[in-house]
């Protein structure tokens, strides 16, 4: 089996790698097309600098994730404290049965139950219905980081905290705040992630005037082959990597920094 | 020191981890049939002798021999030897007898045979009628058990045990120990044992191998590491001792904290530096003016069967003593002890150069030049009357 | 003092729950509700049993659920039998976290971008196609087939399958693998015996995420599978953008959330004598 390990892994590191690696290559085309290379340009790098609409919508898919994942981290971050505070067994798992809902929920169904919602109330969808959709779905999952983390903490320092005169604000504050933040961290990326992936919510609750990123390459895609976005998903490709990379060193330095004892009994 | 045919056997074992010299030209000798105990403290490498022996490690260097075959390729799966793990490795997705029958499943026993080995080996260690418990639902003690009775079961010509008590309470541990030394007797087939218990490895071994940074300090029987200690590590490790600096001034006689005692080691340099020895239960309290020591007590401790002293001589040497009476904290008193009770300890001495000079004197000569002493002692006290 | 710091931090708590609880009941309760309703309803709003009474007695709405259900399967077996030679193989590596990363890193873009990529790969001169000339085949027609929606929704759903695996792997001790081979199991005897049935609360795991997810993708059934495969999701999302019927598309959504409660009590562990 070892044998064959190496192999298979490069076999489904290729695989996965392919689709992106292809938009990658074509997008140095001077042709037009993803079939048949008709020599290296940076062209569709330009068409892109002078796409405003496209920029525009890139800016507003950001700002959308980094707003939504905000707010669903301070909102899943006060959920998972009022969670935890729950002594009932029954009541928190029915607080964490529909905490999941919208995790296990198939985007279809969600879109469609938050358009029927918006619907009702008369809200005009765009910009604010996008948000608050993604606010909405981003918020289980943060909750499901940070609940861990305070389960783990420890109670006696709570205690110890109050014990030593700290009011609950500075308890919160300066315990367990500190404690969780690892989560809360997660909780974020997470949040983030899951609102640029998403596709199908914003495709249900979005109106005429506002589009994500997803959105548009799916319209643009119906019509055809652009390389433009052979060219942007390059770009957004290496944030992404940059990103993921910084935060996988991130964590190990972090991680190492702190567990140096730990290791010492695993020896 | 081995006269059988070795069961298993180490000639030059090295092993590293990067630049950690886990194990340092290891060799040794096991007879079958006998309960050996490898003990050291954590890092000494006494657990990686075990991985070596199951296959879960590979030598860098070295041979590995099995009833006299060279077993460093073979892998784990194929070797007669079986392990019980520290934290009990037991499968979770299997009850008690799944756990037990695994070994024999795997060799595709008859199903009747499975059981009866099973129950068997349940009996063995004082399970029967467990056989359809969850793991979960196990005390640590049990599962312990459940763990020696599924790697027995595989009939194994070694068992290893890698700390196996250490999860375990003090009381648990105690009714272990003498278990598991039932088993081994029973079974008669060769224990491999690791721990860092210095008085679990005294109670229950025939032979330990006392180990540190990598290398075998010492080999011997519980009786001869705890008596003739070969250097300050193990003495120091082998229960609580004194250990201060002497000069071996001729045989025979050896000068610590500024005086002179009769004893019984030869075969050093005149003038020699060496290391003193002297068991605090060896040591006796008495009169200041009948003490061969004089000290001050400075700390005491009830520990149920006697009382452990703390004391301090004038050259501010700290002492341990075991005494079955109570002392006075802050008081002069004097300490005693017999020439046998000295041991001394050479610098950097080899295992085998102990080993040789031990049996370079004879120990007559030493009980004659003790008694001609003692009774040049006498002649002079007598003469002062 | 100790009293007014229980009061307060009972204050912080309602405070923090009245947040929380505000946001399940506007976006998870009401919700659901709402959809419920909306099954219940003509396209009017009276109240009827008729659209579901439509859904059970209409012959290719049937056909469309079973094959919906039927292609979910397809795509979570596919996605199991390569992901989990993957986590496995994974966990056995020394840097293995970096490894994951490596692995799933190429599949962090944005699902469409995914799904545009397999587009120009599929195609009439792309990539596979182009590969079968090369060694002297006929081109084929690749996109809008049955297989191409398998291929891509397998590839997306990938990770989502390789994650969950991975993490029940990494949680075996490793203890256990060492113990199953000193009782004299093979590396494949202790894969079978051992390490496939610890690491099923994350098979399981991995099958929640695909299989729910997969009954419903509309935009790849739209963009590479040429509306040639319809899912219960594809349905859903016509009958609200397209033909508008809510009340039907609705009805559709309480079906797929009653099939999705299916499956997770399927795949649900049973907590067997106290370790998860």
């Given at each position: 089996m070892k044998k064959m390990r190496t192999p298979y892994l490069i076999f489904m590191f290729l695989v996965l790698s392919l689709p992106i690696l292809y938009l990658v290559f074509y997008s140095f085309n001077a042709g037009t097309t993803m079939q048949g290379f008709a020599g290296f340009s940076f062209k569709h790098y330009s068409e892109l600098w002078q796409d405003t609409r496209l920029i525009d919508i890139v800016l507003e898919t950001g700002i959308v994730a980094l707003l939504s994942s905000l707010l669903a981290t301070i909102i899943g971050t006060l959920g998972a404290l009022a969670i935890f505070r729950v002594h009932r067994r029954t009541i928190k798992g029915v607080l964490l049965s529909l905490n999941n809902v919208l995790l296990v929920s198939p985007d279809v169904i969600i879109g469609a139950a938050f358009l029927i919602l918006f619907t009702t109330l008369k809200l005009s969808l765009g910009f604010m219905t996008v948000l608050l959709s993604h606010i909405a779905f981003s918020i289980p999952i943060v909750v499901l980081m940070v609940l861990p983390r305070l389960k783990e903490m420890n109670p006696d320092l709570v205690l110890a905290a109050q014990d030593l005169g700290a009011r609950p604000t500075q308890v919160l504050g300066q315990v367990t705040i500190p404690v969780i933040t690892p989560g809360i961290v997660a909780g974020f990326f997470m949040a983030l992630t899951y609102s640029l992936d998403d596709f199908a919510v914003t495709f249900f609750v979005t109106g005429n005037g506002f589009s994500t990123l997803a959105v548009e390459i799916y319209s643009r895609a119906r019509q055809g082959v652009s390389l433009e976005i052979n060219a942007l998903s390059t770009l957004i490709f290496l944030l992404s990597l940059a990103i993921a990379l910084a935060y996988y060193f991130i964590n190990k330095v972090g991680k190492r920094a702190k567990t140096p004892e730990l290791k010492e009994k695993v020896k | 020191m081995v006269e059988t045919q070795p069961i298993l056997e180490f000639s030059q074992v090295a092993l590293s981890f990067g630049e950690t010299e886990v194990l340092k030209q290891i060799d040794l000798a096991l007879e079958p049939g006998k309960f050996y105990t490898l003990l050291g403290p954590s890092g000494s490498g006494k657990s990686t002798i075990l991985k070596l022996i199951s296959g879960q490690l590979h030598a860098d260097s070295g041979q590995i021999f099995f009833e006299g075959q060279v077993i460093n390729d073979v892998p784990a799966e194929k070797r007669?030897?079986?392990?019980?793990?520290?934290?009990?490795?037991?499968?979770?997705?299997?009850?008690?007898?799944?756990?037990?029958?695994?070994?024999?499943?795997?060799k595709k026993l008859p199903a009747g045979e499975i059981e009866t080995k099973v129950k068997e080996m349940l009996a063995l260690v004082k399970l029967a009628g467990y056989e359809n418990r969850e793991i979960s639902e196990l005390s640590g003690g049990q599962q312990q058990r459940v763990a020696i009775a599924r790697a027995l079961a595989n009939d194994p010509e070694v068992l290893l045990l890698d700390e196996p008590l250490s999860a375990l309470d003090y009381k648990l541990r105690k009714d272990l120990q003498q278990e598991l030394r039932r088993i081994q007797k029973r079974l008669d087939i060769t224990f491999v044992f690791v721990t860092h218990d210095q008085e679990e490895a005294l109670a229950m071994s025939d032979w330990i191998f006392v180990m540190n940074?990598?290398?075998?300090?010492?080999?011997?029987?519980?009786?001869?590491?705890?008596?003739?200690?070969?250097?300050?590590?193990?003495?120091?490790?082998?229960?609580?001792?004194?250990?201060?600096?002497?000069?071996?001034?001729?045989?025979?006689?050896?000068?610590?904290?500024?005086?002179?005692?009769?004893?019984?080691?030869?075969?050093?340099?005149?003038?020699?530096?060496?290391?003193?020895?002297?068991?605090?239960?060896?040591?006796?309290?008495?009169?200041?003016?009948?003490?061969?020591?004089?000290?001050?007590i400075k700390d005491q401790s009830f520990r149920g069967d006697y009382y452990e002293i703390t004391a301090m001589d004038d050259d501010l040497n700290t002492w341990q003593v075991q005494a079955t009476n109570p002392a006075e904290v802050g008081a002069r008193v004097g300490l005693t002890f017999d020439p046998e009770d000295i041991h001394i300890m050479r610098y950097n001495e080899s295992e085998e150069a102990f080993d040789a000079r031990l049996e370079s004197y004879d120990e007559e000569e030493a009980e004659a030049a003790l008694q001609a002493a003692r009774d040049d002692e006498t002649g002079r006290e007598e003469q002062g009357q | 003092m100790t009293m007014s710091f229980k009061k307060q931090k009972k204050g912080f708590t309602s405070f923090y729950m009245g947040i929380y609880g505000l946001w399940l009941l506007a976006f998870v309760i009401a919700p659901l509700l709402l959809l419920l309703f909306k099954s219940l309803q003509t396209q009017g709003g009276h109240f009827t049993l008729a659209n579901y009474q439509t859904f059970f007695t209409s012959g290719p709405y049937l056909a469309m659920t079973f094959n919906s259900i039927w292609y979910a399967f397809l795509i979570t077996l596919i996605t199991l039998v390569f992901a989990y030679p993957t986590a496995y193989f994974l966990t056995t590596l020394k840097n293995k976290q970096f490894w994951l990363l490596m692995v799933i890193l190429p599949t962090w873009i944005n699902l469409l971008l995914k799904t545009y990529a397999f587009i120009g790969l599929l195609g009439q001169g792309g990539l596979v196609n182009s590969s079968l000339t090369g060694l002297g085949f006929h081109p084929v027609q690749l996109l809008f087939t049955d297989w191409s929606f398998l291929l891509v929704a397998a590839y997306v759903e990938l990770p989502f399958m390789i994650l969950p695996i991975f993490n029940a792997l990494n949680e075996i001790d490793p203890l256990l693998t060492a113990a199953s081979q000193d009782l004299g199991a093979n590396n494949w005897q202790t894969l079978r015996k051992v390490i496939w049935p610890l690491s099923m609360p994350g098979v399981k795991a991995g099958i929640q995420a695909v299989f729910i997810p997969s009954l419903s993708l509309f935009m790849i059934t739209r963009l590479i599978g040429g509306n040639r495969v319809i899912t219960l999701g594809t349905a859903i999302e016509e009958h609200f953008l397209v033909t508008q019927n809510w009340a039907f598309g609705s009805t559709i959504g309480v079906i797929l959330i009653v099939a999705m409660v299916i499956t997770m009590l399927l795949t649900q562990d049973k907590q067997k004598g106290g370790r998860s």
């Open positions: - | 007669r030897v079986n392990t019980v793990f520290q934290n009990y490795s037991l499968f979770p997705n299997m009850n008690v007898f799944d756990n037990v029958a695994f070994g024999p499943r795997l940074d990598g290398l075998i300090q010492q080999n011997g029987t519980p009786e001869d590491i705890y008596d003739e200690p070969i250097n300050h590590f193990v003495a120091d490790f082998i229960g609580e001792t004194n250990i201060v600096p002497g000069i071996m001034k001729e045989d025979y006689l050896v000068h610590f904290v500024g005086k002179d005692f009769e004893n019984v080691d030869a075969g050093m340099r005149p003038n020699e530096r060496v290391e003193v020895v002297l068991r605090p239960e060896d040591l006796d309290l008495t009169d200041p003016e009948n003490g061969k020591l004089v000290v001050t | -």
